[in-house]
């Protein structure tokens, strides 16, 4: 487990870059396995891998998994060796994400191929294409689904989206539902100005399709400049409110992040919230890996100074690619740290 004393300070700072060569902690898993934990005591146990940086929405405040200059996407082959070398180390949950994951042809392939190697895969969607998927994905081994669903207003839609699809993207949420996909989890990025009025909207339909809502603390990045940073709106005063309402609270392994159930006029409504903007109590829990459309490992969402290229190391199983990809997957988990260090609680 992480110890949480060690991310203790007066106020949260960016972590500087790491200057000594720390050595991966490998330990034996419950099968047998080596498993992967970083310096600072986090395990790898989860993988975001970005499958295609194409997309059908616009918002324009994406952050494409940090994706600036991408490469060719990665054939489903050897997105499959990448996963299945992470599973080695003891990843059990994969995420597969974008761009619009939907926009992929093969994506009802890529999901078969991977599904046995995980106990859960699930997929981030802006929803556009899901209506006519969700069964398919379903029965090709996805477990569940997160939706980007900001706001209930077509005009808001638009403005966030580029896009005139909100009825489908809709449809896509109660098909997700439907097809047995779950948890289905809705992700509002909340903005000021935009849809920061929208939150007991959004709690009703929630509760009303059976999805998770997902109350999301929009992340700056270092490039994003300050028109971004202004639309932030800190989520710590709402996630209060809901604990004062909620009738239970659970809280997840996940970053520490906290599970409120919380009562509306269409029932009960599961809600989290997700803040990580100077957050340490957030980093401190991170168990993530990210693989890039092109093939690199990136350590963390918010630098773009440590990614391994691994890309070459995919084109086919032979015992040299198999090395290297060790050396690299050990590299990558050298170069995790908390970006966000200091005395700041998801309490």
């Not at 994506?107 to 191929?113: D, F, K, Q």
């Amino acid at each position: 487990m992480t110890n949480h004393n060690s991310y203790h300070g007066a106020r949260p700072t960016r972590a500087p870059p790491m200057t000594a060569t720390p050595q991966v902690v490998h330990m034996v898993g419950p099968t047998g396995g080596r498993r992967l934990v970083d310096t600072y005591g986090r395990p790898v146990t989860h993988l975001r891998v970005s499958v295609t940086q194409r997309c059908d929405h616009r918002c324009f405040f994406c952050h494409r998994e940090g994706e600036t200059a991408p490469g060719p996407e990665l054939p489903a082959d050897a997105v499959e060796r990448v996963v299945r070398k992470c599973v080695e180390y003891g990843v059990h949950t994969v995420k597969l994400t974008g761009g619009e994951p939907l926009t992929r042809e093969d994506i009802v392939g890529l999901v078969r191929r991977l599904a046995p190697l995980v106990g859960d895969l699930s997929m981030t969607t802006n929803g556009s294409r899901l209506a006519g998927l969700a069964g398919t994905l379903r029965d090709a081994g996805l477990t569940r689904v997160n939706v980007s669903l900001h706001t209930l207003s077509h005009e808001r839609h638009r403005r966030i989206t580029g896009v005139d699809d909100l009825d489908a993207v809709l449809r896509g949420v109660r098909a997700a539902v439907d097809a047995g996909l779950s948890p289905v989890k809705l992700n509002m990025t909340v903005m000021r100005s935009y849809n920061d009025d929208e939150i007991p909207d959004m709690l009703e339909f929630s509760a009303e399709t059976d999805a998770v809502l997902q109350l999301i603390e929009l992340q700056p990045f270092p490039t994003s400049g300050p028109t971004l940073g202004k639309l932030m709106v800190p989520l710590a005063p709402v996630e209060r409110v809901l604990s004062s309402r909620a009738r239970r609270v659970v809280r997840r392994s996940l970053h520490g992040r906290k599970q409120y159930a919380v009562p509306t006029g269409n029932g009960e409504a599961l809600v989290e919230v997700v803040r990580p903007h100077h957050n340490s109590v957030f980093c401190a829990n991170c168990t993530r890996l990210r693989v890039t459309s092109d093939g690199k490992l990136r350590p963390c969402l918010l630098r773009d100074d440590n990614l391994v290229d691994v890309s070459r190391f995919l084109c086919d199983d032979g015992p040299e690619n198999a090395t290297a990809l060790d050396a690299a997957l050990d590299l990558a988990v050298r170069l995790r740290e908390p970006y966000w260090k200091g005395a700041v609680s998801n309490d």
